[in-house]
Every structure is written in structure tokens, then in C-alpha cells.
């Protein structure tokens, strides 16, 4: 499979700093976005530290087989890139854990993660927290994270709709987050990827702005990939950008 990508992240109007970080690794297949919690300070290490983890873990991978002895036993239910992206997210854990450890002023500090590791035409998705992944197919858009959110808790519920969700004062909420005192094992997913398939990854920046629906009007126009996240960044902005936003969009063809 051949690749083609662009990203764009923007601290939004109402944030003095940007607590989001990404990486694009296309000759590992990779792409990690993260959105840090925890105060400017760190929020803005965490993203940075959870993405440059993510990245070496999988780095560190590329050539371990299921029987060799990886970092942590390989699952044989998970596809390799699976393990190679969970291998990414403990050591992302780990990394966090680290620097708390040598700085009381980073104490409590945590971040979203979503990456896709594409390996010919196999993708594995991990996520942890708010940060979302998309499929755009002609059938539509479909995502394919679920938010570990309280928000997203109670709409699987019944409890709220999902409009009710993205105004409700408890929409920033995550129970999932890589962090030093209670670091989570990423949500795992695969995926058989399609000629002409288009993925999205964003932080909460964006879902929480715009519309699924307005989100596939912006991707389904096949124009240049960078003019979708500069679109979709400046719709954001004119509705008051009131987070970080970050989005990278790739796109899939034969090779």
C-alpha cells in the first residue's frame, strides 16, 4: 500500500498554549496523535513524551516474529501490529511514569493517544481516551474508536444523546488515559484497509466541534490532503476553537 498524509494542529482561540502533539512515521506505517491533560505545563509533556514512545516502541519492534521475546508476551488473538502498538503505549506509560517520578511539578499529569500502524493491507488501532479515529469509505464515514469518556459511558447507556453529550459540563471527563499512577492498556482494533480508503485521527479539539456529518463533507472532497485539515481546522476556528485541535489525514492506494 502507498501512503499519502498531512496533518495540522493549531492551539485553538482560546488556549495560549497547545497541549497536542503528533507524529507522522510513514516509513513504520505510523501515525499517533495525543492530547495532553493535566496543566499547560503537563499536558504539553505528556502528549509530547506518550507520542515519541509510541513511535520507539513500535520502531523497536519491526523485526521481533510472535516467538521472539518481545516487552511484553506477545498475545497471539492480537495481530503483530496490534502487539507492536501496545508495546508503544506500556512504554509510553512507563516514560510518563519516569518523568512524574523526577518532577513533583508534573504530578497528575496524563494524555490521550490514538495511533494507526499500517502494514500492507492490515491496520491496527490503539487508542486510550477522547482521541479519535475515522474510516472514510463512498458508504460513508465511520469511526472507529469509541471514546473512553463518562459522557460516551452514558449515551452507550441511554442515559444522554449525543447532543446532549457535547454540551453537557462533564463532556471533558476521560476514563482511559496514559499516565504514571494509573496507566491503561489501550483499546485494541483491526482493520483490512481498501484502495481509496481515507482515515482520520483528531483530537477532541475537533469531534467536539463539528458534526460527523460536517466532518465527511470536509473529507469526501478528494482535493489535496492538506487543504482537508487546513478546512477542517478552520472550521473549528470559526465556531470559537475552544480547544487544541489536531488532525492528520491519510490516504490509501495501491502500491
Known amino acids: 500500500m502507498r501512503l499519502s498524509w498531512a496533518a495540522r494542529t493549531d492551539p485553538g482561540l482560546r488556549r495560549s498554549q497547545n497541549e497536542d502533539c503528533h507524529a507522522a512515521r510513514p516509513e513504520l506505517g505510523l501515525f499517533v496523535v495525543a492530547d495532553g491533560v493535566g496543566g499547560h505545563v503537563g499536558g504539553r509533556v505528556a502528549s509530547r513524551i506518550a507520542v ?6 513500535v520502531e523497536a519492534t519491526v523485526t521481533l516474529e510472535p516467538a521472539d521475546r518481545w516487552p511484553r508476551p506477545f498475545d497471539p488473538a492480537l495481530s503483530p ?19 512524574v517520578a523526577a518532577s513533583a511539578a508534573l504530578q497528575g499529569m496524563a494524555t490521550t493517544a490514538v495511533a494507526v500502524l499500517v502494514d500492507g493491507p492490515a491496520a491496527a488501532i ?19 474508536t469509541r471514546d473512553h469518556s463518562w459522557v460516551e459511558e452514558q449515551v452507550r447507556s ?27 492498556d489501550p483499546e ?27 466532518i465527511q463533507g ?7 490532503l492538506q487543504a482537508a485539515c487546513d478546512a477542517l481546522v478552520r ?5 470559537g ?15
Open 235 to 239: 472550521r473549528v476556528a470559526e465556531r
Open 188 to 214: 485494541l482494533s483491526e482493520l483490512t484497509l481498501r484502495r481509496g480508503d481515507r482515515l482520520l485521527l483528531c483530537t477532541d479539539g475537533l469531534s467536539a466541534v463539528l458534526p460527523e456529518a460536517e
Open 126 to 144: 490503539a487508542h486510550a481516551g477522547d482521541s479519535r479515529a475515522y474510516l472514510l469509505r463512498p458508504a460513508g464515514l465511520t469511526r472507529l
Open 81 to 99: 501490529g496490534a502487539n507492536r502498538l501496545r508495546t508503544g503505549f506500556d512504554l509510553a506509560n512507563r516514560r510518563i511514569a519516569e518523568r
Open 52 to 57: 515519541e514512545a509510541i513511535a520507539g516502541g
Open 241 to 255: 476553537a475552544p480547544d487544541n485541535v489536531t488532525v492528520i489525514v491519510i490516504d490509501i492506494d495501491a502500491g
Open 158 to 184: 441511554g442515559a444522554l444523546t449525543e447532543a446532549a453529550a457535547r454540551e453537557h459540563p462533564w463532556r471533558n471527563i476521560v476514563t482511559r488515559v496514559l499516565s504514571a499512577e494509573d496507566g491503561a
Open 218 to 224: 470536509v473529507l469526501a472532497d478528494r482535493g489535496d
